[in-house]
C-alpha cells in the first residue's frame, strides 16, 4: 500500500470537514420560497453536524411556517428541535423479510430509553459484519464464487474482476492498520465503494460504471444470505416503540409488499421517496382503502413521502458523488404537488400541513 492509498482512505472515513464541504453543505441548489410546510421524517445525516444542517433547511425554505423535521439515522438515535428519529432495521418471521421501520419520539421519551437503544447498538453492528462478509466475497478464497457469479451478470471482464480485487484487498488492510483512527459508522458497506471510487478517479465515466456494477451485485450477493442474527423481529421492535410512546412509519413499503396486509400497529405507510415512485397512486389508494376499513377507535393511517436524503454525499467532491443520492433534499418530495397524484391525496385528506400537525399530536407535542 502507499501512502496515497493511506490518504484516500482517511479522506473517506474523516468525520473532519473541510471549509470548502461545509460550504457545499450549507449551499443548496435550490431554494423552495414557495414551501410554506416542510415535512421530513426520512433523512440520514451521517457524520454532518446540525448546525450545518439547520442552515442548509433554513437557507432552503426561507418562508416555511409549519414543520417537522426528524432524522433518521441508520440504527442510531439521534436529535433535532425537539425530536429524536431512527431508522431501524428488522426481521418480520412471517414472510421472512428484513425490513425497515421508521421511529419517531418526542425527545422527551427516549431519556430513559435503555432497552431501546441496546437494541439498536445490537443491530447496528450488522452493517460493519455486512461490510467485512463484502469484503471477504470479493477477496477471500473461500467466497470468490460469489465474486465469479457477479462477474457473469455484470459481464465484467478479467481486468476489472482483478483491479476490483486488490482495491478491496488494500480497503481491508487498511481497515486492520487504522482502526484506532476510524470511526465506527464509517465501517458499512458504503466504504467500499467509495474507495474504489476515488481509486478509479482516472478512469473514464463507462468503466467507473463497470467497476460500481460489479461491487454492488457482489453486495446484493451478500445482503440475500446474510445472517438475522443481528435483527429483532418487527413485532418487538413495535411493542418497545410504543411502551416509549414512540410513532413508527413504514418506508419503502413496494419493496416490502407483505408489511401491507401484516396490520402492524404503524401510524402511517410512505409512499414515495425518490427510490420508490412507481406505485405511489396505488399505494395511495391502499391506504384509503384501508382506512375505510379500520376497527372502530383505531387511528386512521396516515399518508407519508421521504426525501431519504443522505446528507453526507453532499460534502463529497461533486466528481465522487453518486448522482441520484446527491439530488436528494431534506423536505423535498415532488410528489405531493404532482398533479397527477393530488386527486388522490384530496380523495385521502392529505397533505404536508394536515400530516404534520396529525404526527405532532401523536408524538405528544
Given at each position: 500500500m502507499s501512502d496515497a492509498d493511506r490518504r484516500v482512505y482517511e479522506s473517506i472515513v474523516s468525520p473532519d470537514l473541510s471549509d470548502e464541504q461545509r460550504e457545499r453543505i450549507v449551499t443548496p441548489a435550490?431554494?423552495?420560497?414557495?414551501?410554506?410546510?416542510?415535512?421530513?421524517?426520512?433523512?440520514?445525516?451521517?457524520?454532518?453536524?446540525?448546525?450545518?444542517?439547520?442552515?442548509?433547511?433554513?437557507?432552503?425554505?426561507?418562508?416555511?411556517?409549519?414543520?417537522?423535521?426528524?432524522?433518521?439515522?441508520?440504527?442510531?438515535?439521534?436529535?433535532?428541535?425537539?425530536?429524536?428519529?431512527?431508522?431501524?432495521?428488522?426481521?418480520?418471521?412471517?414472510?421472512?423479510?428484513?425490513?425497515?421501520?421508521?421511529?419517531?419520539?418526542?425527545?422527551?421519551?427516549?431519556?430513559?430509553?435503555?432497552?431501546?437503544?441496546?437494541?439498536?447498538?445490537h443491530t447496528f453492528r450488522y452493517r460493519q459484519k455486512q461490510l467485512f462478509e463484502f469484503i471477504d466475497s470479493v477477496v477471500d478464497p473461500e467466497w470468490r464464487g460469489r465474486l465469479a457469479t457477479a462477474a457473469v451478470r455484470t459481464r465484467a471482464d478479467n481486468e476489472l474482476v482483478e483491479f476490483v480485487a486488490a482495491e478491496t484487498l488494500k480497503l481491508k488492510r487498511l481497515l486492520v492498520e487504522c482502526e484506532s483512527v476510524t470511526p465506527p459508522d464509517a465501517i458499512r458497506n458504503k466504504l467500499l465503494s467509495s474507495f474504489v471510487l476515488v481509486q478509479t478517479s482516472r478512469w473514464d465515466e463507462r468503466r467507473v460504471a463497470e467497476a460500481l456494477a460489479l461491487l454492488g451485485e457482489v453486495k446484493r450477493i451478500v445482503k440475500e444470505t446474510f445472517s438475522t442474527e443481528f435483527f429483532y423481529a418487527t413485532e418487538e421492535?413495535?411493542?418497545?416503540?410504543?411502551?416509549?410512546?414512540?410513532?413508527?412509519?413504514?418506508?419503502?413499503?413496494?419493496?416490502?409488499?407483505?408489511?401491507?396486509?401484516?396490520?402492524?400497529?404503524?401510524?402511517?405507510?410512505?409512499?414515495w421517496n425518490p427510490q420508490s415512485r412507481q406505485y405511489t397512486e396505488f399505494l395511495i389508494h391502499v391506504v384509503s382503502r384501508q382506512n375505510k376499513t379500520r376497527r372502530r377507535g383505531r387511528r386512521p393511517l396516515l399518508i407519508f413521502m421521504g426525501d431519504d436524503c443522505h446528507v453526507g454525499e453532499k460534502a463529497k467532491e461533486p466528481r465522487f458523488q453518486e448522482a441520484d443520492k446527491a439530488g436528494r433534499e431534506i423536505g423535498v418530495q415532488p410528489a405531493w404537488d404532482d398533479l397527477a397524484i393530488r386527486k388522490g391525496l384530496i380523495v385521502a385528506g392529505a397533505d404536508r400541513r394536515s400530516v404534520i400537525e396529525d404526527y405532532r399530536s401523536r408524538l405528544g407535542s
Amino acid at each position: 500500500m502507499s501512502d496515497a492509498d493511506r490518504r484516500v482512505y482517511e479522506s473517506i472515513v474523516s468525520p473532519d470537514l473541510s471549509d470548502e464541504q461545509r460550504e457545499r453543505i450549507v449551499t443548496p441548489a435550490r431554494v423552495y420560497d414557495g414551501q410554506r410546510a416542510v415535512l421530513a421524517v426520512h433523512w440520514h445525516p451521517e457524520f454532518v453536524p446540525m448546525e450545518l444542517i439547520r442552515e442548509r433547511i433554513a437557507r432552503m425554505f426561507p418562508n416555511r411556517q409549519r414543520e417537522l423535521i426528524i432524522p433518521t439515522q441508520h440504527n442510531v438515535l439521534m436529535e433535532y428541535d425537539g425530536y429524536a428519529g431512527t431508522e431501524v432495521d428488522c426481521y418480520s418471521h412471517g414472510f421472512n423479510l428484513k425490513v425497515q421501520l421508521l421511529i419517531h419520539f418526542e425527545k422527551s421519551r427516549v431519556a430513559g430509553a435503555d432497552v431501546f437503544r441496546s437494541m439498536l447498538a445490537h443491530t447496528f453492528r450488522y452493517r460493519q459484519k455486512q461490510l467485512f462478509e463484502f469484503i471477504d466475497s470479493v477477496v477471500d478464497p473461500e467466497w470468490r464464487g460469489r465474486l465469479a457469479t457477479a462477474a457473469v451478470r455484470t459481464r465484467a471482464d478479467n481486468e476489472l474482476v482483478e483491479f476490483v480485487a486488490a482495491e478491496t484487498l488494500k480497503l481491508k488492510r487498511l481497515l486492520v492498520e487504522c482502526e484506532s483512527v476510524t470511526p465506527p459508522d464509517a465501517i458499512r458497506n458504503k466504504l467500499l465503494s467509495s474507495f474504489v471510487l476515488v481509486q478509479t478517479s482516472r478512469w473514464d465515466e463507462r468503466r467507473v460504471a463497470e467497476a460500481l456494477a460489479l461491487l454492488g451485485e457482489v453486495k446484493r450477493i451478500v445482503k440475500e444470505t446474510f445472517s438475522t442474527e443481528f435483527f429483532y423481529a418487527t413485532e418487538e421492535v413495535i411493542e418497545e416503540v410504543r411502551g416509549l410512546g414512540g410513532g413508527i412509519v413504514v418506508p419503502h413499503p413496494e419493496q416490502f409488499w407483505p408489511i401491507l396486509l401484516a396490520e402492524y400497529d404503524v401510524d402511517g405507510y410512505e409512499v414515495w421517496n425518490p427510490q420508490s415512485r412507481q406505485y405511489t397512486e396505488f399505494l395511495i389508494h391502499v391506504v384509503s382503502r384501508q382506512n375505510k376499513t379500520r376497527r372502530r377507535g383505531r387511528r386512521p393511517l396516515l399518508i407519508f413521502m421521504g426525501d431519504d436524503c443522505h446528507v453526507g454525499e453532499k460534502a463529497k467532491e461533486p466528481r465522487f458523488q453518486e448522482a441520484d443520492k446527491a439530488g436528494r433534499e431534506i423536505g423535498v418530495q415532488p410528489a405531493w404537488d404532482d398533479l397527477a397524484i393530488r386527486k388522490g391525496l384530496i380523495v385521502a385528506g392529505a397533505d404536508r400541513r394536515s400530516v404534520i400537525e396529525d404526527y405532532r399530536s401523536r408524538l405528544g407535542s
